[in-house]
């Protein structure tokens, strides 16, 4: 990991009418890091990654990706920026009428001239990757459990080895051994295809396990960034209270701290 900043927000500040998500919020990702984004209910996580990825725009402020304002690129410009990212969404977003395969090999077919048979290929290889076995791939969405689900929405997501990751609540509504095997899975791949990753997630355990830093959002601001160790001694309240209320710390939580 060094020190070039793949993503740099500046004085980003969100509003929906009257209420202030975020208000001169600052934050670097590093090349190479795994930085976690936690925070309360209503502290702008999800947000603030659509606004990373371009699928929304803040109300003030800069969003710099690779250097680039994303926000005001032109449309062929920010074509172009998308093929360096891959997203997983947090309930999966593959689509339903398509194969596994077929989901994961959408990315192939719309931005690059592979034929189908290559990109059928590599839709197996990535399924693989993942730790899917081959008649997955035949499946459709709806077939598969949640942590199989999870798996091919990475697989789709790494489809085109992409150099930055967004991970939305990967471990959300599975089971403490589900979670386990996505933490896993979330490390294979750094350690495999080395990309930058941005992970959203209110899991303490995933924080612990995958992250290099993590950043605490609250009252429209990053309350705190650090290492996990760094964080569990933080004074400031809400960051505080990632490591006592297990309100924040989903069905891992009350373990976590205490197993590093």
Known sequence: MDTEA????????TRFGSHVVHEGLDLVVRRGEVL????????????????MIGLQRPTAGRVNVFGQDIHTLAPEQALLLRQRWGV??????????LTVRQNVGLPLREHTELDDTTIDEIAEYKLALTGLPPEAGLKLPGELSGGMLKRAALA???ALDPEL?????PTSG???????????LIQRTQALLGPTIVVVSHDLELLWRVTDRVAV?????????????????????????????????DKRGPAAAAAH
Request: aromatic letters at 6%.
């Open 174 to 184: 599975l089971d403490p051994a589900s979670s386990a095997g996505v933490d896993e």
């Open 36 to 51: 976690g984004l936690a925070g309360g209910s209503g502290s702008g996580k999800s947000v603030l990654l659509r606004e």
């Open 156 to 158: 789709r997501a790494i």
């Open 88 to 97: 997983m969404f947090q309930r999966g977003g593959l689509f339903s009428a």
């Open 165 to 169: 990751l967004f991970l939305d609540e």
């Open 6 to 13: 793949v993503i740099e927000l500046q004085q980003v500040g």
């Open 217 to 249: 959002l609250g009252e429209g601001h990053v309350l705190a960034l650090g290492t996990m160790q760094e964080l569990s001694r933080h004074e400031h309240p809400t960051v505080r209270s990632y490591f006592t209320d297990t309100h924040f710390n």
